[in-house]
């Protein structure tokens, strides 16, 4: 049994097409299909249901994935380790986020402390908590960045970043000369809102609660800069996550919340029991101080 074959049959398992994972190899889909069926005769078993053009995992299949993917992790891990040697300077750090906009800064930062190092970058729609815990747990990224917990036993998380939420009201709005409101005092105002349940839309219905207040939601989009293009339309007001340092906006007005308390926490998680790259681990900790900064 060769790494090769290994590595060919992870592919075709994870997209159950062999046309694709072939293009995806980079190889002739004749060599693949005999790669796989060579893996097959070895093992003494069928690792997939073939039916026609299509071909999917059987339970065989799955069993050997599994364990397929927990030895091609572990090599893959000891190649970083041995890789480390070489120092700091060197490296890929590979992070999954929902949320690039608010790493963009500080990975252009550290790239100027770190030129050598090289970041691997995958961005994950919001909401999806599971997806980011796989790919931990697979070894596909070193670290995740987003506002919302991963929730999980195996997997460590430490807040690296605070931001104040406030209120975007269009120019002109009746609140858009006040220093600060009362989130009660939005009572009534049409909403624009992510769609239900994306994180923030769960955090923003938190904030409601504790204000007292049902909104009206007048329009639920997935991504922040629909939210923030509605918003300076005139279309109604939002909740917007802001730090020092961000970039002062012309299109809309964002207004402090005295009460209740406002705020998102953006943090790193990592999988405990995997050993982090060197690279990555000094990021982490170059990120925590980063936005320490940004708070000062």
């Not at 030895?71 to 891990?77: D, Q």
């Not at 809102?193 to 989009?221: L, T």
């Not at 917007?240 to 906006?249: I, L, S």
């Not at 050993?275 to 000094?282: E, H, I, K, V, W």
């Amino acid at each position: 049994m060769e790494l090769l074959q290994l590595h060919y049959f992870q592919t075709v398992a994870r997209m159950e097409h062999m046309t694709n994972a072939a293009k995806k190899l980079q190889i002739a889909q004749p060599a693949l299909s005999k790669t796989i069926a060579r893996l097959e005769e070895e093992l003494g078993v069928p690792l997939f249901d073939r039916q026609n053009r299509q071909i999917r995992l059987n339970p065989f299949g799955k069993a050997f994935l599994n364990s397929v993917e927990t030895a091609l992790s572990v090599l893959e891990e000891g190649r970083r380790e041995v890789t480390d040697l070489a120092g700091i300077e060197r490296g890929t750090i590979r992070i999954a986020t929902t949320t690039l906009n608010r790493l963009s800064k500080a990975l252009g930062a550290f790239r100027e402390q770190y030129p050598e190092v090289n970041f691997r970058i995958v961005q994950v729609a919001p909401g999806s908590m599971a997806e980011m815990v796989r790919m931990l747990e697979n070894g596909e990224v070193d670290l995740c960045f987003g506002a919302a917990s991963l929730d999980h036993p195996r997997i460590k998380e430490a807040d690296v970043l605070h931001a104040e939420v406030r209120l975007a009201v269009p120019h002109g709005h009746r609140l858009e000369e006040r220093e600060r409101i009362h989130l009660r005092e939005a009572r009534g105002e049409a909403f624009i809102e992510y769609k239900e349940g994306h994180p923030f839309r769960r955090m923003n219905d938190a904030f409601c609660e504790s204000a007292g207040i049902q909104r009206e939601v007048v329009c639920e989009v997935e991504e922040p800069s629909a939210l923030s293009g509605l918003v300076a339309a005139g279309l109604g007001v939002a909740f917007m996550p802001t730090c020092k340092g961000d970039e002062e906006t012309q299109a809309y007005t964002l207004i402090p919340i005295a009460s209740p308390d406002c705020h998102r926490a953006f943090s790193l998680a990592w999988l405990e029991s995997r050993y982090l790259p060197q690279a990555a681990s000094r990021f982490r900790e170059f990120l925590a101080e980063y936005f320490k900064e940004s708070r000062a």
